[in-house]
């Protein structure tokens, strides 16, 4: 602007006949100096996770701001875990996160109410700016995520913002640890409770909320690492966790990662159950997973399936991992003595 303004100051001498049109030029150019210096960019971030990749904050950080009609902000995607950054329309039925809106939005996207923006599923260090040109009150979510979203109050200009950045970086800062410390607890807590003496948690977790939205917190662990039986035993997992699903699988990753493989039974009380006789056999769980929360209006949901057996008849040591969370880190392994 102080280029533009010297330019325009350089005319003047030269041309003084032009001086009025000139003089409204300036003024424009001061207009626009005074919008873009309000059109402030705000930042938040997306997803947040402990060094080791194994308790995830699945949250938008913070998850309530209010910014000025022609705002823009930019998120910074802060974990391994994938997430998308998603402004759906009213009424919009929530996509599957691969398909988009359909589609995805280019950076920098806008975004009034009227058209879906979406991201794909973003990892740690890449980011995505939304330019809000529109007052309005609209809804952040994460397509991956259900119990992960926030809120963007867009102002009118004539309207005072009751929060700085600095507020904002605070907040992002307060609940990372909140959410963190949580996810870190109810790892501690979530001791198995098997019906055999031989239990693992397969993930454990909780939905916290504000007035900002939904948080979801999940330890992508198996509560042990590894653990030892002897020929004939059973183990069993559970999964503890709110909502999000783990596998318990053996061997190759099938394609379809949903369903159990074809030799899993189902026990009397609803557990799938696998023999695995050799270090060769593969098996797997399909989605062990908690049934989806309850809406008024709708039939309720089905039971979930919590919990996973597998019986091991012989002798060996037998990795497994959770094939959603493997790349988290999320392994283990059973040493079956004779
Ligand atoms: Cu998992």
């Known amino acids: 602007m102080i280029k533009g303004n010297k330019h325009v100051k350089i005319n003047m001498k030269k041309q003084k006949n032009q001086a009025v049109t000139i003089i409204t030029l300036t003024t424009l150019l001061s207009a626009l100096a005074l919008v873009s210096a309000d059109a402030a960019p705000w930042n938040a971030s997306v997803g947040a996770q402990s060094n080791d990749k194994g308790f995830q904050a699945l949250a938008f950080l913070?998850?309530?701001?209010?910014?000025?009609?022609?705002?823009?902000?930019?998120?910074?995607?802060?974990?391994?875990?994938?997430?998308?950054?998603?402004?759906?329309?009213?009424?919009?039925?929530?996509?599957?996160?691969?398909?988009?809106?359909?589609?995805?939005?280019?950076?920098?996207?806008?975004?009034?109410?009227?058209?879906?923006?979406?991201?794909?599923?973003?990892?740690?260090?890449q980011t995505f700016t939304v330019i809000f040109p529109a007052a309005g009150n609209f809804k952040?979510?994460?397509?991956?995520?259900?119990?992960?979203?926030?809120?963007?109050?867009?102002?009118?200009?004539?309207?005072p913002l009751p929060h700085d950045q600095a507020f904002y970086n605070e907040q992002a800062d307060s609940q990372r640890n909140e959410l963190l410390s949580d996810a870190r607890n109810d790892a501690h807590a979530a001791h198995a409770l098997p019906n055999s003496s031989h239990g693992v948690t397969a993930g454990a977790g909780e939905v916290t909320a504000n007035a900002g939205g939904s948080r979801t917190v999940s330890a992508l662990r198996f509560s042990h690492g590894s653990i030892k039986i002897s020929?004939?035993?059973?183990?069993?997992?559970?999964?503890?966790?709110?909502?999000?699903?783990?596998?318990?699988?053996?061997?190759?990753?099938?394609?379809?990662?949903?369903?159990?493989?074809?030799?899993?039974?189902?026990?009397?009380?609803?557990?799938?159950?696998?023999?695995?006789?050799?270090?060769?056999?593969?098996?797997?769980?399909?989605?062990?997973?908690?049934?989806?929360?309850?809406?008024?209006?709708?039939?309720?949901?089905?039971?979930?399936?919590?919990?996973?057996?597998?019986?091991?008849?012989?002798?060996?040591?037998?990795?497994?991992?959770c094939a959603l969370h493997d790349d988290l880190g999320m392994t283990g392994t059973v040493i079956v003595h004779h």
């Not at 000025?68 to 402004?87: C, K, N, P, S, V």
């Not at 008024?296 to 060996?316: D, E, I, K, M, Y």
Request: with cysteine.
């Open 62 to 125: 913070p998850n309530e701001i209010w910014i000025h009609a022609g705002d823009r902000i930019t998120w910074t995607f802060d974990a391994d875990e994938i997430h998308t950054l998603t402004f759906l329309i009213a009424d919009q039925p929530r996509p599957f996160f691969a398909d988009g809106c359909p589609g995805f939005s280019m950076d920098p996207a806008t975004y009034d109410g009227s058209t879906c923006v979406t991201t794909p599923p973003m990892v740690r260090g």
């Open 140 to 159: 952040l979510v994460c397509l991956v995520h259900e119990n992960m979203d926030g809120r963007i109050h867009v102002l009118d200009l004539s309207e």
């Open 231 to 321: 020929a004939g035993q059973t183990v069993e997992w559970d999964n503890q966790d709110p909502v999000t699903p783990h596998t318990i699988t053996f061997g190759p990753e099938p394609p379809d990662l949903v369903d159990p493989s074809p030799d899993v039974t189902v026990d009397p009380d609803g557990a799938r159950h696998a023999i695995i006789d050799s270090t060769s056999d593969s098996t797997h769980s399909g989605f062990i997973v908690a049934a989806p929360q309850e809406r008024f209006g709708l039939p309720q949901a089905p039971l979930g399936v919590t919990r996973f057996r597998v019986t091991f008849p012989n002798a060996g040591t037998f990795p497994y991992i």
